[in-house]
């Protein structure tokens, strides 16, 4: 069987990025492209366009070794490659189905450069049967003449973890038409030892929906354990460990809170419904998900309306605008609806995230005194009526709540992701408002408000 001996990644963001620095690390030659020609320029300077754990030195240590190359010429990376990963965006669109543009451009440019055999592996979240309009685009543009094969790849790695996901997967799963796509992919990934799916094409391209769905899934469902917590006096961490100590169940994704965000799980979930839809299947269990987690940001402003009674003029110091920790990556995060929503209100804003502040001013513009945005998480507490944590960074956890203390206007904070101690922060004097978990009231030594 013919060898391949070099991987192109078409497609530099947060999902091609880390695969073509983990396959350098791996030792494959790697050739990235893009055609944003700035990202590119970034990235050959040693430079990750975002924020992601330890990528950028793993980058620098691949591209100074000359394993990986990047180049803003697609059509050349085509040329020179034998395996192509399709790491380009999919996004949504107004209807919930996804963007395909950018895939179909990607493929006619592959289709202009084809010189010789190519497996083209997608690798971009898209909906099942995808690969087979990348077959009949190809055949059509190159006039039945070429030779490829396209498989399907689908990436589970989060952001935030990506570099230790990529060389620690949970499992791989490859959808595959041909003899060569599985022995290359099963070459290709042998080296990390993970558990590998080999499967058809479609079905790896369902998996990949099915999985954020699921996900999705966990986390509505707990949120919704969480309101019935508060209803009864329950606390929904205790329920999530005590149902995620069953295997069946497993612990993780049950972490209650102000909802599921980012560029993945709610814009899959969109598409998943859709795609069923097209194929007249009832899935509106996942609508179910959907609209749950869309009713969270108005369920935690109610939370912060029962700290607060009236909300217009107070000061809120907002820690964590990421759609989650150790990212700089704002898309559909929760804080965006909720950083609306206080302003529409009249409230003060006094925004701080170790990461997203650069992205988060794109969106809200610094306004003050309503919009401010503030060097540290102790700045931002600075005079507020109450602190809202909506990301759960770990220097959260490390503050040292007596000095928040002498800060704030009133010692008051509203958990959005139950990442705190509730005693810790009685200890320290605070009211804690959590998620589906009690709260811890001081309203004075000797009345209690109703
Ligand atoms: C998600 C999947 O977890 C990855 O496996 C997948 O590869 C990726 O999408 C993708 O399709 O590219 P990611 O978007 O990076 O990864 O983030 P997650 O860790 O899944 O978190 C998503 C959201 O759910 C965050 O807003 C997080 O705060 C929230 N979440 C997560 C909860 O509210 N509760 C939980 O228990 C877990």
């Not at 040693?46 to 990986?68: H, I, M, Q, S, V």
């Not at 189905?97 to 084809?114: G, H, K, W, Y």
């Not at 986390?219 to 006096?233: H, K, P, R, W």
């Not at 009133?410 to 709260?439: H, Q, W």
Request: proline residues 6%; charged residues 25%.
């Amino acid at each position: 069987m013919e060898k391949f001996s070099v991987i192109g990644v078409l497609g530099l963001g947060h999902v091609g990025l880390p695969t073509a620095v983990g396959f350098a690390e791996l030792g494959w030659r790697v050739v990235g492209t893009d055609n944003d020609t700035e990202k590119v320029q970034r990235i050959a300077r040693g430079e990750c366009p975002f924020y992601e754990p330890d990528l950028e030195p793993l980058l620098r240590k691949n591209l100074e070794a000359g394993r990986l190359r990047v180049t803003p010429d697609v059509g050349e990376a085509v040329r020179t490659a034998d395996v192509l990963f399709i790491c380009v965006g999919t996004p949504q669109k107004p209807d919930g189905s996804p963007d395909l543009s950018q895939v179909e451009a990607v493929i006619r440019t592959v289709s202009e450069n084809l010189n010789g055999y190519k497996l083209i592996v997608e690798k971009s979240t898209v909906p099942v049967q995808t690969a087979q309009w990348i077959k009949r685009t190809i055949q059509r543009y190159t006039k039945g003449n070429a030779q490829f094969d396209v498989a399907s790849n689908p990436e589970f790695l989060r952001e935030g973890t990506a570099v230790r996901d990529f060389f620690h997967p949970d499992r791989i799963v490859i959808g595959v038409e041909s003899e060569r796509a599985r022995e290359w992919l099963l070459e290709l990934y042998r080296p990390l030892n993970a558990p590998i799916v080999v499967t058809d094409v479609n079905t790896a391209e369902l998996i990949k929906h099915a999985a954020n769905s699921f996900l999705a899934l966990k986390i509505s469902f707990i949120n919704m354990i969480a309101d019935l917590c508060e209803a009864v006096g329950a606390d929904v961490t205790e329920v999530a460990r005590g149902i995620g100590l069953d295997p069946r169940i497993g612990p993780h994704f049950l972490q209650a809170g102000v909802g599921f965000g980012g560029y993945c799980l709610p814009k899959d979930l969109k598409a998943f419904i859709h795609i069923a839809e097209e194929h007249n299947v009832d899935f509106s269990l996942l609508k179910e998900v959907e609209r749950i987690n869309e009713a969270r940001i108005e369920r935690f402003v109610r939370k912060v309306r029962e700290a607060l009674w009236v909300l217009k003029d107070k000061v809120l110091a907002i820690w964590g605008i990421a759609f989650k920790p150790n990212t700089d990556d704002i898309r559909e995060a929760p804080s965006l609806k909720l950083i609306r929503r206080l302003l529409d209100e009249g409230a003060f804003l006094r925004l701080y995230d170790p990461a997203a502040m650069e992205n988060a001013r794109q969106v809200f513009p610094e306004d003050p005194p309503r919009l401010c945005y503030c060097a540290s998480a102790l700045e931002a507490a600075t005079g507020a009526h109450a602190i809202l944590v909506i990301t759960e960074w770990d220097e959260f956890h490390q503050m040292d709540w007596q000095q928040v203390r002498k800060v704030v206007a009133l010692p008051i904070v509203v958990d959005g992701r139950n990442c705190l101690a509730p005693e810790t922060l009685a200890a320290a004097g605070f009211e804690y408002y959590g998620m589906g978990r009690g709260s811890v009231k001081r309203y004075g030594s000797e009345e209690h408000l109703p």
